[in-house]
């Protein structure tokens, strides 16, 4: 098959600038131009301060230094792009639908309509069109049949290549994948696009397959995921009941090697563009096809995630007396897990959202979050007036100062860098009793309980015989 020379990626964001970098890192001779029609995302791909990126990711700073002006370009030349690629990635968003049919559950495709449409009109040779983005099965269906109808000869080969990277461990997981997936009809195109891989990618770890199983493989992947954390999450509500330490039963089942160790971490919830999204996504799908016992089966996953957010923020108020109506709770994290700037989803904007409507005053800090995003997420959800928002939230870049005579720390994110902090001199600050509210069990209970906070960690019960 053809040597692929000229990628174009539809979509600069935490998917296609970090997956489109590596590709042009590890293949130099494909040029890799990067489009989006969000001028001000490309103006920050494009910015010679690398911490400007609009996308935090270790190491990626990195690899863009690396092929940035040489393969890889940046440009809201859209029309441009696709007219000069052998190979076009889809790497549009896809948001659960916020309207009309479907709405709350389905994936709302408009943004690929439009890319395949635009794609239709624009490109004068054959092109291979590469599903990136995370589509329902049978997505392809449909790109088909508006590539096909073009009527000026153009053929199109549509590819399902799905993602796996999770957001900041992005770029590890881009160098060294489990696994690629490629699913395709026409052995050529497939051919094409293993051979990109094949750049830096071990052939065994490249997996090819039907264009079905492809699409359908990363919804499961999602749901099984998300499936490991709701069931974790279950269990450390029983755990705090009876005196079971959740981190002990992690260990104690993970070390099962048909288990295995890993996606066990107790926290306040998971959250994300993808997990919430993509389940609501497949549940939709059972639904469409009749199968309400496989869409009841997995909603449960996301039912059960609403409700570990709702119980660390009622419990806060429980904790706190019954109320926390006019006290200052200490956000520590807003970022939906550590080593992002992302907060798609966090759990924090759902707890934050619970302990406003109880009357508190909430300061937030995140390392990486500016406060515009933390308002951003709360103003989305339309609960209270953008004024009330910034009436009761505030957000301050330094941890000392942001828990200075609050009444409660809750750490929502698991940031590194909270076990670094001088705890002594965070409690000496603080209002009497001073409680620690840790979402992510990072923190080292008993230190923090001998500084003399009081501590509660999720999926920690009380283990003495008592
Ligand atoms: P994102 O919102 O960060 O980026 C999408 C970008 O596409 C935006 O910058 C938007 O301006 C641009 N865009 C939309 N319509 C366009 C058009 N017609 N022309 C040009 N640009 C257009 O989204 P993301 O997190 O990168 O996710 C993209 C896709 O990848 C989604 O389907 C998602 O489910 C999937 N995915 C995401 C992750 C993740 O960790 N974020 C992982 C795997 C898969
Ligand atoms: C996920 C998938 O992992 C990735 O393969 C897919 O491509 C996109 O969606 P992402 O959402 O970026 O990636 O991060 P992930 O590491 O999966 O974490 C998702 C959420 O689950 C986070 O809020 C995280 O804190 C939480 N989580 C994860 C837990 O609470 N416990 C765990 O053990 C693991």
Redesign the pocket.
């Known amino acids: 098959s053809k040597k692929i020379t000229k990628i174009c990626c ?8 970090p997956t489109m970098a590596v590709i042009a890192q590890k293949c130099p001779e494909i040029t890799v131009t990067v ?4 001028e001000k ?1 490309i103006a920050a791909w494009n910015d010679t301060d690398l911490s400007r990126l609009p ?1 935090y990711e270790p190491g990626l700073d990195r690899v863009v230094e690396e092929a940035r002006g040489r393969n890889l370009f940046f440009s809201t030349d ?1 029309d441009k792009a696709i007219d000069e690629a052998e190979m076009i990635f889809i ?5 659960t639908k916020t309207y009309g049919k479907g709405k709350g559950m389905a ?1 709302d495709l408009k ?1 690929i309509e ?2 395949a449409r ?1 794609i239709a009109r624009v490109a004068k040779d054959d092109k291979i069109v590469v599903e ?4 329902p099965v049978r997505t392809a269906q449909a790109l088909k049949s508006i590539l096909h109808n073009t009527g000026n000869g153009v053929h199109f080969d549509i590819l399902s290549n ?6 900041g461990t ?1 770029i590890e997981d881009l160098h060294a994948p489990d696994r690629v997936l490629i699913g395709g009809e026409d052995k050529g195109a497939i051919e094409a696009l293993v051979q990109v891989y094949a750049g830096w990618v071990p052939r065994e770890n490249i997996l090819t397959t039907n264009v079905w199983s492809s699409e359908l493989s ?1 919804l499961t992947a999602n749901a099984f995921l998300a499936q490991r954390v709701s069931s974790i999450n279950a269990l450390s509500e029983l755990c705090e009941k009876t005196g079971a330490d959740v981190n002990e039963v992690a260990r104690a089942i993970g070390t099962d090697s048909r288990i295995g160790p890993k996606f066990l971490k107790a926290s306040v919830g998971f959250g ?3 997990f919430q ?2 389940i609501l996504n497949l549940v939709y799908i059972a639904k469409s096809y009749g199968l309400h016992e496989v869409a009841d089966y997995w909603e449960q996953v996301i039912l059960m995630n609403d409700h570990q957010k709702r119980r660390f923020a009622d419990n806060i108020v429980t904790t706190l007396y019954n109320t926390v109506s006019g006290k200052k709770i200490a956000f520590l994290g807003w970022a939906f897990k550590k080593d992002t700037n ?1 907060t ?1 989803e966090s759990a924090a904007i759902y707890v934050a959202d619970h302990l406003l409507s109880e009357q508190a005053e909430i300061v937030v800090y995140d390392p990486k979050v500016p406060a515009e995003q933390v308002y951003a997420d709360l103003d989305y959800l339309n609960t209270r007036s953008e004024d009330e928002n910034r009436r009761l939230v505030t957000v301050i870049n330094d941890p000392y100062e942001a828990t200075k005579e609050a009444h409660a720390i809750a750490v929502l994110t698991e940031w590194d860098e909270f076990k670094t902090y001088d705890w002594d001199r965070v409690y000496n600050n603080m209002l009497k009793p001073s409680f620690v509210f840790d979402g992510r069990a990072i923190l080292d209970k008993e230190s923090l309980e001998a500084v003399g906070f009081d501590v509660y960690t999720i999926g920690i019960g009380d283990g003495t015989m008592r």
């Open positions: 539809i979509g600069a964001g935490y998917v296609g600038g489009v989006d029609i969000n995302r996308v859209v790497s549009v968003n896809t948001p994936a943004f439009l890319c635009q990136k983005s995370t589509l799905p993602e796996f990277l999770a957001e992005a990363k994300g563009s993808c999204k993509d992302d798609r």
